[in-house]
């Protein structure tokens, strides 16, 4: 009996032992001072967040931010500019009154130009404007595309970890592009939305998909068919010729579909104005080519040295740039594996195919095209501003040639009317953009897998 409580006694006073030893250590821990945080803390924070592209989200949701404040002011403190809007107005309101003869469509600045697409869309914002009478309303709408294609453009840049997230800053920095957006109304806008939403579709491996979406931006405007190039080559070394030929046909269908109100009745009508490529543009207008005479301007020979510049530039690049991407050494090997590849290895290939082989290949081939255009006027700003951060991102330029390009060509933009200095300061910009892609980021053995 003696033995047990003597146990009791000595198990007792271990547990108070142990139970005073766990206090005090809990006690001497509550005493330790805390570390104080680094003065260089925030200085580290603000690093990350600009440059580790694990952070490109949290980047991208404060610009958004940023984004929805200052369309707001934009709105509510600079007049609103009439330009085409009323225009628009009028060849849409000839269609919903029966209309189906594009020849028929006018407005105060000409002929209805646009294809079917476009009527359908600012048919309904005829409706949800009051009959295209209240602007306000027109604004707030194009302030919403505005910040969805900025989303969709957030999303496509975050899909190449290569790129920093402070690019995406460059890319809300310019004047003219919220102008073009939320002062003017503009289709051009509308038909890039389509064409970045394409975009993010092929990223995402969603072939149909990003089909569907590049016919509904070329039913828009037929800028859109800049991109087609690297799309088409894209598709090919993505599905071969059985899938492209699928895609192509999905494609070319859409464009039936939405043209039947006018093909059925007007066909000749509609080819010649929806997809007018020999339209004449007046040189009052032009952004690029200021420093020359009218004359020179309005010159077939001009038209014919641009055109041929245009293709050499463009073949070169298929050939000797996108063509040598990842495993394939050349455009015979292109041509052959999607000829001969089964669907399984096309399959495969696309599933290696990194993302900045899509979005070099696409913006290049849009840009190509600006660079080499019979004239850009400045709502044309729209079809490339966007992409350039990206672009200029995938050269060796120095970080400070890249900035100082963008800040020159968005000042070429923004001095209204253009002068030969503009004029010239954008197109020496654009040929050392397009010499720096040439070039590319790194040699080409080095992108190979």
């Not at 580290?44 to 592209?53: S, T």
């Not at 800049?226 to 269908?253: R, S």
Request: charged share 15%; net charge positive; proline share 4%.
């Amino acid at each position: 009996m003696a033995t047990i409580k003597s146990r009791s006694t000595a198990a007792a006073s271990s547990g108070q032992r142990e139970h005073h030893g766990l206090h005090h250590h809990q006690h001497s821990q509550s005493e330790t001072p805390s570390k104080p945080l680094s003065i260089l803390r925030p200085i580290k924070l603000v690093q990350e967040l600009l440059f580790n592209h694990a952070h490109i989200w949290k980047l991208a949701s404060l610009l958004f931010l940023f984004e929805v404040l200052l369309n707001i002011v934009i709105i509510k403190k600079i007049a609103y500019t009439e330009i085409d809007w009323k225009a628009y107005m009028q060849e849409v309101s000839g269609y919903l009154n029966g209309e189906t003869n594009y020849m028929k469509l006018r407005g105060d600045t000409g002929p209805l130009v646009y294809p079917a697409g476009f009527v359908y869309v600012y048919s309904a914002l005829y409706y949800l404007t009051d009959l295209g009478k209240d602007i306000l309303t027109g604004q707030w709408m194009f302030m919403g595309l505005y910040l969805v294609t900025l989303g969709v453009v957030f999303s496509i840049y975050s899909k190449d970890k290569s790129v920093p997230p402070y690019v995406l800053i460059f890319v809300c920095l310019s004047r003219r592009l919220h102008s073009i957006y939320v002062l003017r109304l503009f289709n051009d806008p509308v038909a890039m939305f389509f064409m970045y939403a394409a975009t993010l579709a092929f990223l995402h491996k969603r072939w149909t998909l990003s089909s569907i979406l590049f016919s509904l931006a070329v039913s828009i405007k037929m800028n859109i068919l800049l991109f087609f190039p690297a799309f088409g080559f894209l598709i090919w070394q993505t599905q071969g010729i059985v899938g492209t030929i699928f895609q192509l046909i999905i494609m070319v269908l859409i464009q039936v579909l939405l043209s039947l109100p006018f093909t059925l009745t007007y066909p000749e009508s509609y080819l010649r104005k929806a997809f007018e490529f020999s339209r004449i543009f007046e040189y009052k207008w032009t952004v690029n080519w200021r420093f020359l005479d009218e004359k020179t301007f309005l010159s077939n020979e001009l038209s014919k040295l641009l055109l041929a510049g245009h293709f050499i530039v463009l073949f070169s690049f298929v050939f000797l740039r996108w063509s040598r991407y990842g495993s394939s050494y050349g455009i015979v090997a292109v041509v052959l594996r999607g000829l001969t590849a089964t669907k399984t290895v096309l399959s495969i290939h696309a599933q290696y195919m990194k993302p900045n082989h899509v979005l070099t290949a696409l913006f290049t081939s849009n840009f190509i095209g600006i660079v080499f255009a019979r004239s850009l006027h400045y709502q044309f700003y729209a079809w490339y501003s966007m992409t350039l951060p990206y672009l200029l991102w995938q050269t060796r330029l120095p970080v400070m040639v890249r900035v100082l390009l963008l800040a020159v060509i968005e000042w070429s933009w923004n001095v209204f009317p253009a002068t030969p200095a503009s004029s010239q300061a954008l197109l020496g910009s654009h040929l050392v953009i397009l010499a720096g892609l040439w070039v590319g980021r790194s040699s080409l053995r080095a992108k190979r897998d």
